[in-house]
């Protein structure tokens, strides 16, 4: 579900067997994407899922609080835990377990089993996720590698873009249990391929970080204040996205149609922003990506709010649009120059584990901020998610201008 990262150190202590093709690498990316449309697709489709189970939508949105704080506490713990396995041999179980996951998701009648589900799918993920960027690079050839590693990451993009406007378009035209059945359906065939196309053995010298190199990472002070960004954006942005189905029927009388419509305009532009912000972190520095970044991200959810609580339908139809495009642009295009930005906190001989930090602290800002805007949406209007989600982006513009003040300066 995710631009992904990895704790695991891709240096083997051995020599591993390396192959020279790449399709066990586009069945890395598959993996990628199946996990990115589960963890992004269901958001759409919450109103849905609560309607059929006779929930309010505050209590649906528990499945994605569940799934993110689950994978955010798993991941690193899980990494460690089977730090002394293949890797090639958990990639492929971690990923045959999505499957599995998903398809007792898709045969779930109530609540509590897809909770179950979802528990399920997070701790699979999790595990998945840190092993596919580091197997890459035992199993292909030096001159490839970096081709093989945009391809796998590429793929939690390309979820963004495509497997999120598509599980909505297919959960409103089929219902949302279908959306299930097909992220299942891919992850069995990544899980497939992954299995008759690694050789065994692919993984056995890839070290994991311990627990004491994470701790030791995690309480230097400059990523300490990298990381605190991480939380306060991904608060920001959860607190507004699982709702946003719920947000554009009530402000913009939206049925499904206009929904999947909104919701493909917010993936593009989200994969636009991902884009562009590693461009532009590349050609200006992360400095001058972050902060606008983040600005711009606080005044789309203002709009959102400010439309919700003062505009009528046909008035904030336009309002809210531009707000949804520059939300996806600013949300996304600040997470390549905040990889850089931690890179270079923790250095980078200390890169996997800092990402790796990063990967949960963003997990735990997620569900934070989708159990506040459950808690908002229960009781308030739909107006307080955009308000809230702007406070949250402040909070992390104001600590991104006060570290950047504060910072040692050299000479």
């Known amino acids: 579900m995710k631009p992904q990262s990895q704790s695991i150190s891709a240096q083997p202590s051995q020599p591993l ?7 066990p690498i586009y069945c890395m990316s598959l993996g990628a994407f199946a996990i990115g449309t589960e963890g992004f697709m269901i958001a759409p489709l919450l109103p849905q899922i609560a309607g059929d189970l006779a929930l309010p939508v505050s209590q649906a949105a528990m499945l994605v609080t569940m799934f993110t704080l689950t994978l955010a506490i798993s991941s690193p713990i899980l990494t460690v835990m089977t730090g002394a396995l293949n890797r090639r041999n958990l990639l492929v179980g971690a990923m045959a377990i999505f499957a599995a996951a998903n398809i007792i998701a898709w045969r779930s009648t109530g609540f509590s089993g897809i909770m179950a589900a979802r528990i399920l799918l997070a701790l699979s993920a999790g595990l ?107 608060m920001g942005a959860f607190t507004a996205y699982p709702f946003i189905a719920p947000y554009l029927q009530a402000v913009l009388d939206f049925g499904d149609e206009g929904v999947s419509g909104a919701v493909f305009v917010w993936g593009v532009s989200a994969a636009v922003g991902m884009v562009l912000g590693g461009s532009l972190n590349d050609r200006l520095g992360s400095p001058f990506v972050i902060g606008p970044a983040l600005t711009l991200l606080a005044l789309a959810f203002l709009t959102l709010a400010a439309s919700a609580a003062f505009l009528p339908p046909d008035r904030a139809l336009i309002p809210v649009m531009v707000a949804i495009v520059v939300w996806g642009i600013s949300v996304w295009g600040f997470y390549p120059a905040q990889m850089a930005q931690l890179i270079s906190a923790g250095g980078p001989p200390a890169a996997p584990v800092t990402l790796s930090l990063n990967t949960s602290v963003m997990y735990i800002g997620f569900s934070v901020g989708s159990a506040l805007g459950s808690a908002l949406i229960m009781d308030h209007s739909v107006s307080a998610i955009g308000l809230a989600a702007a406070v949250a982006e402040s909070i992390a513009l104001v600590l991104f201008a006060f570290h950047r003040l504060t910072r040692p300066r050299n000479g």
């Open 128 to 234: 998945y996720l840190p092993n596919a960027s580091a197997l890459v690079g035992a199993i292909v050839a030096p001159d490839r590698r970096g081709r093989a590693l945009a391809l796998v990451t590429g793929g939690a993009t390309v979820a963004i873009a495509l497997g999120l406007p598509l599980g909505s378009i297919i959960g409103h035209a089929l219902g949302w249990r279908a959306t299930f059945l097909c992220v299942g359906v891919l992850a069995a065939i990544a899980s497939l391929g992954l299995s008759f196309g690694i050789v065994r053995g692919a993984g056995d010298g890839i070290r994991v970080a311990s627990v004491s190199e994470r701790l030791r990472v995690a309480g230097q002070p400059a990523v300490i204040k990298a990381l605190s960004l991480t939380f306060f954006w991904a």
């Open 17 to 23: 067997p390396q192959q020279q093709g790449l399709l």
